[in-house]
């Protein structure tokens, strides 16, 4: 071969790889390329239609849409449709944009997997759902009316059981609201009751409050607990009602909270511009962890058509400072919400079998479920890291699993063994 021939031969070869690699696009180009920074295909689609709540943790979504870095990703027809509850969203993630609801969404991260299941689809036909990243970590708390405040209830309260026990000889059963049943709130406060040996299915009446109305309700003597995200405990705080008797972190430091889910049939059909969202949910994250934007970012929140707050329910605990209510004032709180930093993105699979276990646990789900297989079904930690690797991160997470986990009343879930961990319960309510 002469040189100008292989010169030749090896510019076609050259272009039949870019070209190749231009088809495959998306995750295939990435797992393929030796660069560090690689762009993912074009997107089949430049529009996505996601659901929020008005909570502070829709923050990554809120912010990758006023940031525009959904635009710079090429999405830049995403919408941000604000939705009224819970049970709201799941009813229009089963209709899915094609049919009016959405494609994905500001998520409690039980919910993908009771969608998934068809749990809680109202057709209970399964709603198959990938799980692309967590939004945060910690950030939610468990508040109590001021009519209990002198019985000083915090994380750990021995005393639980006697204020229960009292309103409930009063006639009126001790009602504790959570956002949506087997979501992370509803497992919050079950898990407080129970370690605290109130058992949540005979000595309270759980109510379900979409999260805007919880201080409303509170005002109103309709309930005596709640657990909600920010900024409505900050708020109930604000506005002298009750009390904080604990951050959620309290409970399990560091825990997975909010997910950015998508249906997975819209994943499969625009596996491309999944990525992208992704990549842009995942810069958001990070600018939105930055305490130089935390000021810009309550301002952002607190707009009509997302949280619709004032900045000062909002920034405090953004800043990690958390007034409780009682005299109690925590500065620089390790149980503030994370956005990025402490790999609060990355959407470990251990922690969605710690959700999983929990909803067996209390009957939203068979003891019968193979909790890996639906795992592996759901949780997307492979889109996660291939996005990462697009937006050229490399501290990132190299294995699926945190560990074994360490809970406020010393129990521990080892992602490897559930049932042990449901074994240590002494109070359940399994099916």
């Not at 995403?78 to 799941?90: F, I, N, P």
């Not at 970590?137 to 405040?149: D, M, R």
């Not at 405090?316 to 958390?322: D, F």
């Not at 956005?339 to 939203?364: L, M, V």
Request: hydrophobic share 40%; net charge positive; aromatic share 8%.
């Amino acid at each position: 071969m002469t040189n100008a021939s292989r010169r030749q031969f090896l510019l076609r070869t050259a272009t039949t790889t870019a070209v190749l690699a231009f088809q495959v696009g998306g995750l295939a180009s990435l797992l393929i390329t030796n660069a560090a920074h690689a762009a993912p295909g074009k997107p089949e689609t430049t529009s996505a239609t996601l659901g929020f709540i008005a909570l502070t943790d829709a923050a990554p979504l809120i912010v990758a849409k006023e940031k525009g870095f959904f635009a710079k990703q090429g999405m830049t027809g995403v919408e941000l449709k604000k939705q009224t509850s819970w049970a709201v969203t799941r009813d229009n993630l089963e209709l899915g944009s094609s049919g009016g609801g959405i494609d994905g969404a500001h998520l409690l991260s039980p919910m993908a997997y009771l969608l998934t299941t068809g749990a809680i689809s109202k057709s209970k036909k399964p709603v198959p759902m990938n799980l692309l990243a967590r939004l945060n970590l910690n950030g939610q708390a468990i508040s109590v009316s001021k009519e209990f405040l002198s019985d000083k209830l915090t994380v750990k309260a021995p005393g639980l059981v006697k204020t229960v026990a009292k309103k409930n000889a009063t006639g009126d059963k001790f009602k504790a609201a959570v956002t949506f049943p087997g979501g992370t709130h509803d497992l919050w406060m079950r898990y407080w009751l129970a370690a605290n040996g109130v058992n949540p299915n005979k000595d309270a009446n759980l109510v379900v409050i979409p999260p805007p109305q919880m201080v409303a309700n509170m005002q109103s003597g309709t309930m005596d607990t709640f657990c909600v995200g920010e900024p409505w405990n900050e708020r109930l705080v604000n506005k002298k009602l009750g009390y904080t008797a604990l951050i959620t972190g309290e409970l399990w430091r560091d825990h997975p909270e909010k997910a950015f889910a998508m249906r997975a049939d819209w994943v499969k059909k625009n596996p491309n511009a999944a990525l992208r969202l992704l990549m842009a949910v995942q810069q958001a994250q990070k600018w939105a962890d930055n305490p130089a934007n935390t000021s810009e970012l309550a301002k952002m929140l607190a707009q009509d058509k997302y949280v619709k707050a004032s900045v000062d329910d909002l920034l405090p605990r953004l800043q990690g400072t958390i007034d409780y209510g009682t005299g109690k004032v925590v500065k620089n709180s390790r149980y503030k919400m994370k956005f990025w930093a402490s790999n609060a993105s990355f959407p470990y699979k251990s922690h969605d079998a710690w959700f999983i276990t929990e909803d067996i646990r209390w009957g939203y789900l068979p003891s019968s479920t193979n909790i890996k297989a639906l795992v592996d079904k759901v949780n997307r930690a492979d889109l996660w890291r291939a996005a990462a690797k697009a937006n050229g991160y490399t501290d990132v997470p190299t294995s699926d699993s945190r560990g074994v986990e360490t809970f406020f009343d010393g129990i521990k879930f080892d992602p490897n063994n559930p049932k042990a961990y449901l074994n240590s319960q002494k109070i359940k309510a399994m099916k």
